[in-house]
């Protein structure tokens, strides 16, 4: 496994994160446990394949769970796993900066979620 | 100026902060005043033509304050804004998780700046 040198925690974060994706996702699973449908909905704009790829690389770095429930038809929910939970957490404060920053600038807000 | 609609705060920071460079060039002002080549040596990794077009948006969202100083050579320095200086509070508690990240994965740290 290759080690990349970080030049400080927020590296490391963003390098997880990566894009703007896996942070609305993070934040539309929250304490639920959330069907693929529902995660699309969630987070609007989206593409199915893109969501299917970000959920894939956030359950091999320990961020969702996945489980699979023997049923007609399959059900398929996400949730975070306890390390998911805390960078959820250390999201908050960014939420509500963004937040206040909307009301600042007067631009609408539609949030579906909390 | 076109109205967006954002789902959440984070939405609407993310979309603010963009990709991983500005969360890092805000990260590495901090309090301090820092001339261009500082912010370079900073952020490594970032181009010259990547940090100056950051600087500018940064500029632009209210993020950077550009002072020029009228001395031969010419001397530029970049602070954080009000509003700058709320987005790294907000971005704290990302560092950190970020840190412990590296901890629990026993990668490699070199914080050049706290």
Redo the contacts between chains.
């Keep these: 496994m290759a080690?990349?040198?970080?030049?400080?925690?927020?590296?490391?974060?963003?390098?997880?994160i990566g894009?703007?994706w896996k942070?609305?996702i993070i934040?539309a699973i929250g304490d639920q446990r959330r069907r693929f449908g529902e995660l699309r909905r969630?987070?609007?704009g989206i593409s199915e394949k893109v969501l299917f790829q970000h959920l894939r690389e956030m359950e091999a770095n320990d961020l969702v769970v996945r489980e699979e429930f023997d049923e007609v038809p399959a059900r398929v929910e996400y949730s975070l796993t306890e390390?998911g939970h805390?960078?959820s957490?250390?999201?908050?404060?960014?939420?509500?900066?963004?937040?206040?920053?909307?009301q600042?600038t007067g631009?609408?807000?539609?949030?579906?979620?909390?």
Excluded: E, F
Aim: hydrophobic content about 45%; overall charge positive; proline content about 4%.
């Design positions: 080690i990349r040198t970080y030049v400080c925690g927020l590296d490391a974060a963003v390098n997880i894009g703007k942070v609305l934040w969630q987070v609007p390390l805390s960078l957490a250390a999201l908050q404060p960014l939420n509500d900066w963004g937040s206040q920053h909307m600042r631009t609408a807000v539609a949030c579906s979620y909390s």
